[in-house]
């Protein structure tokens, strides 16, 4: 990997998170509501509402909020959540330990379901596999998420009463008991993803199979085994990666849908307890963690570009 692929890297990194951090700042300021009423009530006085205003910094120009807010962000803080009183930083620490397995769970499953059936499918061109594997894609995208994950309840928890129904057990209680509260929405996320990375390492694999190398490796007589999986698989893996990096928010935003059909005290229900309540420091904060951590796994998904084609790191 080049130190020239590193630093645009890098500069398109911190591009970036400025331009998030704007977005996000400005699109709270402009929702209708003063978040000192909300605190102190429609029928507060003036004179009290003029206070917290000073306390909470909302009477200040647009430019110095933000400016205090990106200073405080540099030092670790995301501001303090008018409902509970806290630390928006702690109440998110509390919750990462349900969310990011969740969605790494699910990335897994997306993979392990994803990749080999893309790939048996590339390799069956035309065949009755190959049909089923598009039918059964077709139909993974076009289901939610949600519905998937309440049949899944309905058939694995109140007929087989194999798994929890929802609710959850830390991991510090028990961990094979955690990972039997979040298998079912691992499920339910991973297999909608998982119709999307068939489509897309199909495609792929069809297109590098016609490439001369690989004609020039069958001709000399590599296994066809080798000649997918050594020489075809890392160079259709790109247009695969690209779709998995992009698919962690679609992971995270699907989260706040299944943590509340599964009772999962994770980033997803914590979301819509802000929205819901109209705590707009909690709402910024989430905001900008889950961009900054979307953002943050897409780079590391650039440069895994770099190692899965050294010409993409030399360029």
Request: proline letters at 6%.
């Amino acid at each position: 990997m080049s130190g020239r692929y590193l630093a645009a890297r890098l500069a398109s990194l911190l591009a970036t998170l400025a331009a998030v951090s704007v977005v996000t700042f400005l699109v709270l300021r402009v929702i209708p509501g003063d978040p000192a009423q909300i605190i102190l009530g429609a029928d507060t006085p003036g004179d009290s509402l003029r206070e917290l205003q000073h306390a909470l910094g909302t009477d200040r120009p647009l430019a110095i909020q933000y400016l205090a807010w990106v200073g405080s962000v540099a030092r670790g803080e995301l501001g303090v959540s008018l409902r509970h009183q806290r630390p928006v930083i702690d109440l998110i620490v509390e919750r990462l330990p349900v969310t990011l397995p969740l969605t790494g769970l699910a990335l897994l499953i997306s993979l392990v379901v994803g990749l080999p059936v893309g790939v048996h499918a590339a390799r069956r061109h035309g065949t009755l596999a190959d049909y089923a594997a598009i039918a059964g894609s077709q139909i993974g995208q076009a289901i939610p998420s949600f519905w998937l994950g309440i049949m899944l309840i309905l058939a694995f928890a109140l007929e087989l009463r194999w798994l929890p129904s929802g609710g959850w057990v830390s991991w510090s209680q028990s961990p094979w008991q955690a990972l039997r509260h979040l298998a079912m929405p691992a499920v339910a996320l991973g297999l909608v993803i998982a119709a999307t990375v068939v489509r897309m390492e199909r495609a792929s694999m069809l297109e590098v199979l016609q490439e001369d190398f690989v004609r020039t490796a069958r001709a000399k007589g590599v296994p066809e085994p080798a000649v997918i999986y050594r020489h075809t698989l890392a160079n259709a893996l790109i247009p695969t990666v690209t779709i998995v990096g992009l698919q962690v928010g679609t992971l995270l935003g699907g989260a706040i849908i299944i943590e509340q059909i599964f009772a999962l005290p994770g980033l997803g229900r914590l979301v819509l307890f802000a929205v819901f309540n109209r705590d707009w420091p909690l709402i910024q904060g989430l905001v900008f963690f889950i961009a900054v951590l979307t953002i943050g796994l897409n780079f590391l998904v650039d440069l895994s570009y770099a190692w899965l084609d050294p010409r993409v790191g030399d360029a």
